[in-house]
């Protein structure tokens, strides 16, 4: 599996994929956070909060990681080494693991990087400081796992089609409706006493539960089943390929 995942992450980095991956990341947050006016623009929402940053960020990760994952598998079938890969003296799950990793990583790495943003809303509060640190790291845990799913996703999207523009937008849309789609839905007031249930199935609630940084064991559980559901589907189509 190391040998997967350092060639994966060779190859992001030995590409200007890896840079422009994390260049794209920072440069839109940064933008939606600092530069244009709106309602994610945290100097003037007058509040040292990086919640504006946490509502952004999966949507635009919603988007780069179907990027970064679209070429996992499709690329493998698409220039013929998908047969010499599962001949390696490796588990198919290992396989899967390595090019799961190894995504994950260059998306872990994107967001170092914004830590910083932490530092500058800490010394713009008033008092300095005047910055709730319990849920801005709850956020960042729920981001890490938000990321994970997403990933997970991609990696099983990519090894559907030999297409990356197929991969990508089959991700894309896997994403957003386990993301919002189930919150969308639960907004229908017909469903009536429902509608809490309903939204449960959804990302997007797990994620903003984590995000109130409170670590509830259920919402660990429900983004580590997402992850090990879509790794198990991908080992699964690749066992297919096999025979």
Same mark, same amino acid.
């Given at each position: 599996?190391?040998?997967? =995942?350092?060639?994966?992450?060779?190859? +992001?980095? /030995? !590409?200007? &994929?890896?840079?422009? *991956?994390?260049? %794209?990341?920072? $440069?839109?947050?940064?933008?939606?956070?600092?530069?244009?006016?709106?309602?994610?623009?945290?100097?003037?929402?007058?509040?040292?909060?990086?919640?504006?940053?946490?509502?952004?960020?999966?949507?635009?990760?919603?988007?780069?990681?179907?990027?970064v994952t679209m070429r996992s598998f499709s690329?493998?079938?698409?220039?013929?080494?998908?047969?010499?890969?599962?001949?390696?003296?490796?588990?198919? =799950?290992?396989?899967?693991?390595?090019? +799961?990793? /190894? !995504?994950? &990583?260059?998306?872990? *790495?994107?967001? %170092?990087?914004? $830590?910083?943003?932490?530092?500058?809303?800490?010394?713009?509060?008033?008092?300095?400081?005047?910055?709730?640190?319990?849920?801005?790291?709850?956020?960042?845990?729920?981001?890490?796992?938000?990321?994970?799913?997403?990933?997970?996703?991609?990696?099983?999207?990519?090894?559907?089609?030999?297409?990356?523009?197929?991969?990508?937008?089959?991700?894309?849309?896997?994403?957003?409706?386990?993301?919002?789609?189930?919150?969308?839905?639960?907004?229908?007031?017909?469903?009536?006493?429902?509608?809490?249930?309903?939204?449960?199935?959804?990302?997007?609630?797990?994620?903003?539960?984590?995000?109130?940084?409170?670590?509830?064991?259920?919402?660990?559980?429900?983004?580590?089943?997402?992850?090990?559901?879509?790794?198990?589907?991908?080992?699964?189509?690749?066992?297919?390929?096999?025979?």
């Open positions: 599996m190391k040998a997967i =995942l350092y060639k994966e992450f060779r190859s +992001f980095f /030995g !590409s200007p &994929i890896g840079y422009l *991956v994390i260049t %794209i990341f920072l $440069l839109l947050t940064g933008l939606f956070l600092w530069v244009f006016e709106g309602d994610y623009n945290i100097l003037n929402s007058g509040f040292a909060d990086l919640t504006p940053f946490f509502t952004i960020a999966p949507w635009i990760l919603l988007f780069l990681i179907p990027a690329d493998e079938k698409k220039q013929g080494t998908m047969e010499l890969l599962l001949t390696k003296p490796i588990s198919l =799950l290992e396989i899967v693991n390595g090019k +799961f990793l /190894g !995504s994950l &990583i260059l998306i872990i *790495v994107a967001i %170092i990087p914004t $830590l910083v943003y932490v530092k500058i809303v800490y010394d713009l509060g008033l008092p300095e400081g005047n910055l709730d640190l319990g849920s801005t790291i709850g956020s960042y845990f729920g981001l890490l796992f938000l990321i994970g799913a997403y990933t997970s996703i991609g990696i099983y999207t990519s090894s559907l089609s030999d297409n990356q523009i197929v991969a990508f937008l089959l991700s894309v849309l896997l994403c957003f409706v386990l993301y919002y789609g189930f919150q969308g839905v639960s907004t229908l007031s017909f469903l009536g006493n429902f509608n809490g249930i309903i939204a449960s199935f959804g990302m997007d609630a797990h994620y903003k539960s984590i995000s109130r940084g409170v670590i509830d064991t259920r919402d660990v559980i429900y983004f580590l089943s997402i992850i090990s559901l879509f790794i198990s589907f991908t080992v699964f189509k690749l066992k297919s390929y096999k025979l």
